[in-house]
């Protein structure tokens, strides 16, 4: 609650220099600033900007930057935890639980500690005054360049192009973040586990207790992805396209306009749901249908999983198909036409030929969809972790994995939590890669409008 | 030979027709299953029990005891069914005790000499075979003739769940509610939606009207092509490891949870801005040149209001997105059982379909039926906004 009260008196501060500035100005060089819009702008960002910045920083950065000044300038090094909770037993007035922490150097501690109390109290209670401070400094060098403010116009539109820039950098960040982030997890992860024993292992067990290097193994979790995946794909494959074929070619144009819509809804439905589905509903039904024939389904399986992520990713394909017949040219169906083949005959040995990669591509798109999709596998594949081929069975899949090591308590020195961010990693690779492949097919090989 | 042509083209028309009759029959039947199962949860049944208080009975009594209470229920129950051996909460949820005890405190005294007719909930295990959730065995077959008895003239009625709106989380299938998950989700989507909005925008007005084709612009656009493909889980890790042990955000709060989910919609926001500030034609942006307009003048002024119903269109779509998402939240530490409505953004607080997989996961009687509520409320929403969005959107377009 702090952080809102201090943000909203640091907007209100903002305001009222605003006006100040305004009022001050008009009367000293008698000229009529509130008629230029893009003038008041350009004085907002020149008070707002170096205290939003300084705000962010005292928020964020403050306690890591006295951390790492105490650790320059002390002799002995801590750990930042134990500092932070000593300083706060100290706080409550009860210094000796900081014996518990460190045994042997507990003096000291006990003085960089209250270093660091003294230091996060100033900054703390000072944080409204460093803002003003810094308003006022920037109101000061807003008065030294008030002679060149003629050019306001284009000043602020260097000012916004900046600005944006600084947003635009914020898509690299993310993307590096992901990178980064996975990267070092996982090369902390290969110290205690060898590539060789996660890449080529076929034991996934991270219960064992003992020898856990040798239980964390990547093939079974491959293997049950890709069993469910692929029958994603046939089931959705077939459906797909030929609905967005019949929906782009035979549908009549009103019914075409109500349903593509309904397709994009379709997509956008939560993935839960039909994980929902999948365990309550699809289960039973094809259970007791199988049982006609002998057959034993168990009650978490990759036939369901794999039969549900299909329905979950028929509308994308559908719907993609649909946009490459839409953008065929209207002559060569025509031509095909005045030639005396049937509909169904240019539709297939013409129109089908030239969508074909654009076809494909969304197949694999689909199917990076399904390897990454997390809630209807984690809802009804199960947590077995078997080679098999077998639809029947119940196996477990990369991103249920990931879930279950994450989800409970963290250890960051364990290789159970870290094997997480491995499994993350390889997901993120196969991913990229089978974009890369569909990006690549569509730009060398798809039929584009220019 | 034609007849055969022809026959072909009969065959390959009814397979479109079929395969688009089957993806929509899967589709709406899925609805229709969870439709079906979600509408015991919302109603729920009651008794009205009259309560005469004399000043005998309030004489010498704490009666902010919720003991004292709990024995008004029994001596009132026990009269109603004509037995001695029933217990308040064999019959009644732990609510109404409470709610008793607040009455019996509020009122004090004035009560003396009145009769009340009070509704209160009965407790999950009747409920629920009012509801015919579970078998008439696991009552005692006593209880269960009264009940019947009841029933039938109406002392116990069915009547539409406000609670299942009203409260939060709780371990009894009565009692518990979907407005902490609804005020969690809403808000951080809320959050996401400030994040990734202004971000987003401005990213894509860079990309489109400021950047020439340099290094970094393509850069930027490879990137943001990728980022749209990235399955969501791996949003989840990214989470853990720079917003949660880096910016130390709280694990399992709002805020966290709100940002995330800003970043993993940022993508989609920033591919539907530049799509809708491309449909802007030229002649617009050169004849704001024309009439002096500095190039912030024009993006600002002309370009934003005319593609912003189509950028809001795509923001909408891509926060009912982030409304279903569920897997990196599990990661966040929001699958947790949370009985505290959320006041502040640093709260702790579940989601909408986290909520849902937790009753999912429990399996006492009752609960799934309130996975399918919950489940069919989600759809109702996403469906609503979507089709409001795309109505406003085919409203106010302007098409050129």
């Known amino acids: ?450 | 030979m034609s007849k055969f042509r022809l026959f072909k083209e009969y065959i390959f028309q009814a397979t479109g027709l079929f395969s688009i009759f089957i993806l929509f029959f899967i589709l709406i039947y899925m609805l229709y299953s969870i439709f079906i199962n979600s509408y015991k949860a919302f109603y729920t049944h009651k008794i009205t029990l009259t309560i005469t208080f004399t000043e005998k009975m309030l004489k010498n009594q704490n009666l902010k005891d919720p003991n004292f209470a709990s024995n008004i229920l029994k001596v009132t129950l026990n009269n109603l069914l004509k037995t001695e051996n029933i217990k308040t909460d064999d019959i009644l949820s732990l609510k109404s005790i409470i709610d008793l005890s607040n009455l019996l405190e509020k009122e004090n005294t004035a009560l003396i000499n009145k009769t009340y007719n009070l509704t209160f909930l009965l407790n999950s295990a009747i409920d629920n075979y009012l509801k015919n959730n579970i078998s008439p065995q696991t009552l005692t077959p006593q209880i269960l003739q009264e009940i019947k008895k009841l029933r039938l003239t109406k002392i116990i009625y069915p009547i539409f769940n406000i609670y299942f709106f009203t409260n939060n989380d709780s371990f009894s299938s009565e009692l518990a509610g979907i407005k902490s998950a609804f005020i969690g989700s809403i808000s951080s989507i809320l959050v996401a939606l400030i994040f990734s909005f202004i971000i987003g925008v401005s990213t894509a007005i860079y990309l489109e009207e400021f950047s020439s084709k340099k290094l970094l612009h393509s850069i930027v656009e490879i990137n943001i092509n990728n980022l749209a493909s990235v399955p969501s889980i791996i949003y989840g890790l990214l989470g853990i490891t720079i917003l949660q042990n880096f910016l130390l955000l709280p694990r399992g709060s709002i805020i966290l949870s709100g940002i995330l989910l800003g970043i993993i919609s940022l993508p989609t926001i920033i591919i539907n801005t530049r799509l809708a500030l491309r449909g802007i034609p030229n002649y617009i942006k050169e004849s704001g040149y024309g009439v002096g307009a500095s190039k912030h003048q024009i993006i600002f002024n002309l370009v934003l209001p005319l593609a912003l119903p189509n950028i809001l269109t795509g923001t909408v779509l891509a926060m009912l997105r982030a409304l279903g998402e569920t897997a990196p939240l599990l990661l966040l530490g929001a699958f947790i059982f949370n009985t505290k409505t959320p006041l502040s953004l640093f709260d702790k607080s579940t989601s909408l379909p986290i909520q849902i997989l937790l009753w999912y996961n429990i399996p006492s009687h009752g609960f799934l039926e309130k996975a399918s509520a919950a489940i069919s409320i989600l759809i109702l929403l996403v469906i609503l906004i979507s089709i409001l969005t795309m109505y406003l959107k085919n409203k106010f377009e302007k098409k050129f």
């Open chain 1, 1 to 450: 609650m702090s952080f809102l009260i201090s943000f909203m008196l640091l907007i209100i501060i903002i305001y009222f220099s605003y006006i100040l500035i305004i009022k001050t100005v008009n009367k000293l060089f008698n000229f009529n600033i509130t008629e230029n819009k893009y003038l008041k702008i350009y004085y907002g960002f020149y008070i707002a900007i170096p205290m939003l910045v300084t705000f962010l920083v005292i928020t964020l950065f403050s306690s890591k930057l006295i951390l790492f000044y105490l650790g320059k300038t002390s002799q002995q090094s801590f750990p930042q935890n134990s500092i932070k909770s000593c300083a706060l037993y100290i706080h409550l007035q009860e210094d000796y639980k900081c014996q518990i922490l460190n045994k042997k150097d507990f003096k000291s501690l006990k003085v960089i500690s209250k270093k660091y109390l003294t230091y996060t109290d100033f900054i703390n209670s000072n944080k409204i005054n460093i803002l003003t401070l810094i308003s006022i400094l920037s109101l000061f060098l807003l008065f030294l360049k008030l002679h060149s403010l003629k050019n306001i116009n284009e000043k602020l539109g260097s000012m916004v192009e900046v600005f944006l820039w600084c947003f635009s950098l914020v898509g690299i960040l993310i993307s590096i973040g992901i990178i980064l982030s996975l990267f070092l997890e996982t090369l902390k992860f290969f110290h205690l586990v060898p590539l060789k024993n996660f890449i080529f292992g076929l034991k996934w067990n991270p219960d064992a207790t003992n020898n856990i290097s040798q239980n964390l193994g990547l093939i079974p979790l491959l293997n049950g992805t890709i069993l469910i995946a692929l029958i994603a794909i046939i089931f959705s494959s077939f459906l797909g396209i030929f609905s967005g074929i019949y929906l782009s070619e035979y549908m009549p144009k009103n019914l075409q306009k109500i349903i593509k819509p309904i397709l994009d809804v379709l997509a956008g439905i939560p993935t839960i749901i039909y994980g929902f589905f999948a365990a309550i509903t699809l289960t039973p039904i094809i259970q007791s249908f199988l049982s006609n024939f002998n057959l034993i389904l168990n009650n978490e399986s990759s036939l369901i999983a794999g039969i549900v992520i299909g329905i979950m990713i028929t509308p994308i394909i559908t719907s993609l198909t649909y946009d490459v017949f839409k953008t065929l040219p209207k002559n060569i169906k025509e031509g095909a036409l005045g030639l005396g083949l049937t509909k169904n005959e240019s539709i297939r040995k013409i129109c089908f030929q030239m969508a074909l990669p654009n076809i494909i591509s969304s197949i694999i798109l689909a199917f990076s969809r399904a390897i990454g999709e997390t809630m209807i596998v984690v809802m009804a594949s199960g947590l077995a972790a078997k080679i098999t081929l077998s639809p029947f069975d119940s196996v477990t899949t990369i991103t249920t994995q990931i879930v279950i090591m994450l989800q409970g308590d963290q250890e960051f020195n364990n290789p159970k939590t870290l094997s997480a961010f491995a499994l993350g990693f390889i997901l993120f690779l196969i991913t990229l890669f089978l974009n890369i492949i569909s990006l690549y097919i569509t730009k060398k090989y798809g039929y584009n409008k220019k």
